[in-house]
């Protein structure tokens, strides 16, 4: 499985990449910011992922792991909404998707806070 976190997660930040920058105009109506609801579980899952990767696959630190997955999660979700306002022409940028980017980035460091506590204390 160690082998395969690089690769999934990988794979997970192309497929958030194109879901955020492909058109979905007319094809699925997000009625009042409910998509920022989206935008957090998803950078949630984003910051879990690489955490899991940096961990696990390249033998980081916790502290360095977190630390390195909340970077790459923030830096990722200003760079796809940049990219949205400079290459679409039916996206634009929002600071509040941001927001919720980061708020779904620190739910995810708590999370992870909570579920390696919860094993060192089983262990």
Excluded at 40 to 45: G, K, L, N, Q, R
Excluded at 54 to 66: R, Y
Excluded at 68 to 78: E, K, L, N, P
Aim: aromatic letters at 10%.
């Amino acid at each position: 499985m160690h082998k395969l976190l690089p690769v999934i997660s990988i794979g997970y930040s192309i497929a958030l990449l194109v879901s955020c920058l492909i058109t979905v105009e007319g094809v699925i109506e997000m009625p009042n910011n409910k998509d920022k609801v989206i935008h957090a579980t998803a950078y949630f899952i984003f910051t879990c992922l690489w955490f899991f990767t940096f961990l696990n696959s390249f033998k980081k630190s916790k502290p360095q792991a977190i630390k390195t997955a909340v970077i790459y999660s923030i830096v990722f979700g200003i760079i796809i909404e940049v990219l949205q306002q400079v290459t679409t022409q039916t996206r634009q940028a929002d600071y509040k998707d941001v927001i919720a980017n980061i708020i779904g980035t620190l739910l995810a460091v708590l999370f992870i806070n909570l579920i390696t506590k919860l094993k060192v204390k089983n262990n």
